[in-house]
């Protein structure tokens, strides 16, 4: 590993930072003629454009693209094409290919993606809509050059099924899955994970979203009035690096940290959300390969509009909390309900990610720091500064509405059980001297497929997860199962101001979760049950969702055995 002065690490970070102040500054001068950003009502500054001005570019193909802010309508489902809508209750084929969309302003881009065919119509990663209880089918036809997968994120499932990249599916090849729908009713997803090649074909597009239902998740919505499509809303925020030919860029030869310079959601750059005054409930997806956000919304003159968290990675919390923002690490969902109500016709609010520490000390144990990874990706905001994903324009009441009250109870989610008695597993997080990431001494290029471990089914344990203090935030995921969060201990300021629970819980903590954030020097405890209705030995991965940490090897393989 090349070694790199921390003074100009700190310098290379400045650097990006003011290359999106200028751009956001200077964004209106940068447009051709005929396509001059329009001055909006938000007071202050925008929070970083789509595409800021590239600091440096070493080809054509290398430049970030500038466009004016907030003109294109945010793509909703639709009958056919990206993300729209497929009842996932029949049989369907995946197909794994590329093909050119309308992604950005102009020439179209190429994503690779799963292609469905049913009813005449032609889908593109559709958003699955299933009831608990019913069965997804799924063939996977793999028309790619390379192996790929499904994995089914979130999901109480076998290893079989499981879509890791325990078992690829060769290219030419096809590969059944089919299991029943145990979860709780929420917001899941599906997307590639073939080992080493997570990060290039999530980034190039491979992901969609699954809405699961159950009747506790119906009287919600009959409650507070709400409507698929309309005013329930699944949003996929994602970001991607493109050049100035609409390409997505990724560096193969070992990307670090891929953040992009375009921000997208379902697929959409810029967009504008029409809204009424009333209440609407936003289900949020973090799909992008690194990036982590602070979620918040801002309304214009920059004072910030609270919102209800209402649920997490795995359904509805007990009941709604109220908060002013959410971290939102990469394969985390949260579920939320944002009021419209009181502002007025004419009212602009930024879906915006907030500035934040991102407390990237990645020096490794021998004290050297690794290369910038801002170096790789012209125009893009540096991780943890601010910037904004859409723009929500009130309108007029097209009738008069009647004001819903939010209930105290949401669902009946059983309490963080009590596991005092419970065996303790511990993991450390940690980069070695050569610069390569662990979970304890396990790294998936030095242990493979291997076993790390092996918990007996039916079991109960508390795992103890200890992030180096000279690291950064690590998304814990875990496949198979989902768990609950009992402690944080040696939080960051961000996180422990958002307390509301003993043991250093926030909201979100209060959640049923398949993914967690540790921040440096942070330990957080959380509760698992083994129980299954599946026999034999299943193997599952407990890794990273940072994409490239992952194909990087911090990733560890562990057996559920009778």
Not at 4 to 22: E, K, M, Q
Not at 116 to 126: E, K, L
Not at 390 to 418: H, I, N, Q, W
Request: charged share 25%.
């Amino acid at each position: 590993m090349p070694k790199i002065d921390p003074h100009r690490r700190r310098l290379l970070g400045w650097l990006s930072l003011g290359t999106g102040v200028a751009g956001a500054i200077g964004f209106a001068r940068a447009l051709p003629a005929g396509m001059r950003a329009t001055v909006h009502a938000i007071d202050e500054p925008d929070a970083g454009p789509m595409c800021a001005q590239p600091r440096a570019t070493r080809t054509s193909a290398a430049q970030a693209p500038t466009y004016e802010r907030f003109t294109r309508p945010l793509q909703l489902p639709r009958e056919d094409g990206l993300l729209a809508d497929l009842d996932a209750s029949v049989p369907y084929r995946f197909v794994a290919q590329s093909r050119d969309f309308a992604v950005l302003p102009g020439a179209p881009t190429s994503l690779w993606h799963y292609a469905v065919q049913a009813d005449g119509r032609v889908f593109a990663n559709p958003t699955l809509r299933v009831k608990r209880g019913e069965s997804i089918d799924v063939e996977l036809d793999n028309r790619l050059a390379e192996a790929t997968t499904i994995h089914w994120h979130g999901f109480v499932i076998d290893e079989a099924n499981d879509g890791g990249g325990l078992h690829p599916v060769k290219a030419g090849a096809r590969a059944r899955y089919r299991f029943d729908v145990r979860n709780r009713a929420g917001m899941y997803w599906y997307h590639a994970h073939p080992h080493m090649r997570t990060g290039v074909q999530v980034q190039r597009g491979m992901a969609g979203l699954v809405v699961v239902e159950d009747d506790e998740e119906r009287e919600l919505q009959k409650q507070l009035d709400l409507v698929h499509g309309k005013t329930d809303l699944a949003l996929m925020l994602a970001d991607k690096q493109v050049g100035a030919d609409h390409s997505i860029l990724y560096r193969e030869d070992g990307a670090d940290d891929w953040v992009g310079n375009a921000m997208l959601v379902n697929w959409t750059a810029e967009p504008y959300l029409d809204v009424t005054p009333r209440l609407y409930r936003l289900r949020l997806a973090n799909v992008s390969n690194a990036r982590l956000l602070r979620i918040a919304f801002v309304q214009q003159g920059g004072g910030a509009l609270p919102f209800h968290l209402i649920g997490t990675d795995g359904g509805l919390l007990a009941e709604p909390w109220r908060v002013e923002d959410v971290f939102l690490a990469p394969a985390q969902r949260i579920d939320v309900l944002v009021d419209f109500g009181k502002l007025a016709a004419g009212a602009r609010v930024r879906l915006r990610s907030l500035a934040y520490d991102a407390m990237e000390n990645d020096e490794n144990e021998s004290g050297e720091l690794a290369p910038d990874p801002m170096g790789d990706h012209p125009g893009a905001i540096a991780m943890g500064h601010a910037l904004d994903f859409m723009e929500m324009r009130v309108g007029e009441a097209k009738e008069k509405s009647v004001r819903r009250m939010l209930p105290r109870k949401l669902s009946s989610l059983a309490p963080t059980p009590d596991a005092k008695a419970w065996p303790v597993r511990k993991f450390r997080l940690n980069m070695d001297a050569q610069g390569d990431w662990f979970i304890n001494d396990w790294n998936f290029h030095k242990t493979g497929h291997r076993n790390a471990f092996e918990i007996k089914r039916g079991s109960r344990e508390t795992w103890e997860i200890q992030n180096a203090i000279n690291s950064m935030p690590h998304a814990m995921h875990l496949h198979g199962f989902q768990f609950r969060v009992l402690s944080r201990s040696i939080s960051p300021p961000d996180l422990r101001a958002k307390q509301v629970a003993p043991g250093g819980l926030s909201p979100q903590d209060l959640g049923v979760l398949d993914t967690v954030v540790v921040w440096p020097g942070e330990t957080v405890r959380i509760a698992l049950d083994f129980a299954q209705p599946f026999r034999g030995t299943q193997r599952y991965m407990f890794h990273c969702h940072n994409l490239e940490h992952e194909d990087k090897g911090m990733m560890v393989t562990f057996a559920v055995v009778d």
